[in-house]
């Protein structure tokens, strides 16, 4: 479709996670210090929090590809289990042979501590990473909080990072988990993207799919910023249809109208940022749904949008 038109070897703005697209926004570097030092405190609990698509999963993969070699991880993406299921995941991830027929609480602990020292023994280090936090029943917190009690004199053996949307930080506050919550060794809430950061952003995606002519304008990347309120996933949607929707005209140059429209076709009006109701798309004609017909150098071309 697009890409051959803009020069792009393949789509720059995919919101599957891709590490060779990597962009580390001072926030970005910011948060990871902050992961990576509450992880070098061997203490318990490392808290990462923001909201839906600012780049969590990003900084995820950055911090694990910082740990040292001996370090085993363990990662829990579907946290919403009772507590037998979670230390029964733990166990799965950790490659814990367990009798699953006859798993107790106290078994599955014992053999989780047991693993622990003797990697612990070895020079090794474990930790657990569980994605979506917020999901997390209080009891099942609580269950890992006794986890980080295994220990010797000098450092706890499980390390945990709990990783999630705004709501942990309110659920952490509930006065059953004050315990936990003292054991947090770091925690920083990762804000969205800066318009210059946006900016910044767009060219680095294009640039490392293959495109370093300004396709964007300046206004039309501070469009996207204004409307997308600088979450990266969104941005991602709302570039990937700007880029079909200039192809569609036959524009070099994706402008601000197009982003409008192309904001209004790719984002619920929910998600749309608030802050600058002014640049909010409104009452604008759809690009897409439709068979759009183009014909250059004498060969027609038709697709769908």
Avoid: W
Avoid at 109 to 117: F, G, R
Avoid at 249 to 270: F, G, H, N, R, T
């Amino acid at each position: 479709m697009y890409l051959s038109y803009f020069g792009l070897s393949e789509k720059p703005f995919s919101i599957s996670p891709n590490p060779h697209y990597l962009f580390l926004s001072e926030r970005h570097k910011e948060a990871l210090a902050h992961l990576t030092y509450g992880l070098g405190e061997d203490g318990g609990f490392v808290l990462l929090t923001g909201e839906v698509g600012t780049g969590k999963t990003t900084i995820t993969r950055s911090m694990l590809e910082q740990l040292p070699e001996n370090t085993q991880v363990a990662m829990i993406h579907n946290p919403a289990l009772s507590e037998l299921e979670l230390l029964a995941s733990i166990c799965d991830e950790l490659k814990i042979s367990y009798d699953s027929q006859n798993a107790t609480l106290k078994s599955l602990t014992d053999i989780i501590k047991q693993h622990l020292e003797m990697n612990n023994k070895s020079g090794g280090h474990t930790i657990l990473i569980i994605d979506e936090a917020q999901l997390l029943a209080p009891d099942v917190l609580e269950q890992l909080r006794l986890l980080t009690n295994i220990e010797t004199d000098h450092k706890k053996l499980l390390q945990i990072v709990l990783v999630g949307q705004p709501e942990l930080q309110e659920l952490l506050k509930r006065n059953e988990l004050r315990q936990l919550a003292q054991r947090i060794t770091a925690r920083y809430h990762l804000l969205p993207l800066t318009q210059g950061q946006t900016v910044a952003y767009i060219k680095h995606r294009l640039h490392i799919a293959g495109c370093d002519k300004g396709v964007f304008s300046m206004d039309a990347m501070q469009t996207v910023h204004q409307l997308t309120g600088g979450v990266p996933r969104l941005m991602n949607l709302v570039c990937e249809r700007a880029l079909v929707g200039a192809f569609a005209k036959q524009q070099l140059i994706v402008d601000s109208d197009i982003i409008k429209k192309s904001a209004q076709e790719s984002l619920p009006m929910d998600f749309i940022a608030t802050d600058n109701s002014a640049s909010k798309p409104s009452g604008y004609t759809s690009y897409g749904f439709a068979f759009v017909a183009l014909f250059a150098a004498g060969v027609g071309l038709s697709f769908i949008i």
